[in-house]
């Protein structure tokens, strides 16, 4: 699916017509018309769509994969591996760690 494709798509969830989101981003609506018919788009105009739809998965929006699917990706690649308690305890032991390293004038603080 081309991007301007999913560009109407994701258009499609809050606004009826284009002329409406045109109006919200404060642009001519030939210009939107025309990102809609494939020209190339501008920062500032992705900006406002990130914006204006958090949800969107902006891999998803610009790559032309030839799918439609949404890419894939599950929470479980981005869960931290320790909790917090056991994240605590490692910072202490580095710490611990470097203290001892240092040379013994430095140890009495």
């Keep these: 699916m081309k991007f ?3 560009l109407r798509q994701l258009i499609k969830t809050k606004y ?3 002329s409406d989101l045109a109006e919200k ?7 939107l018309s025309q990102y809609m018919n494939g020209k190339k788009i ?8 990130m914006h204006e739809f958090p949800e969107a998965d902006l891999n998803w929006l610009l790559r032309d994969n030839g799918t439609q699917d949404r890419v894939q990706e599950t929470a479980a690649h981005y869960k931290p591996v ?5 994240i605590i305890d490692k910072i202490e032991f580095l710490l611990n760690d470097l ?4 040379p013994n004038t430095n140890k009495s603080r």
């Design 99 to 102: 203290k001892n390293q240092l």
């Design 16 to 18: 009826n017509k284009l």
């Design 25 to 31: 981003f404060d642009m001519n609506y030939s210009q």
């Design 42 to 49: 501008s920062i500032d105009f992705l900006t406002k769509i």
């Design 4 to 6: 301007e494709d999913k």
């Design 82 to 86: 320790l909790n917090n308690e056991q």
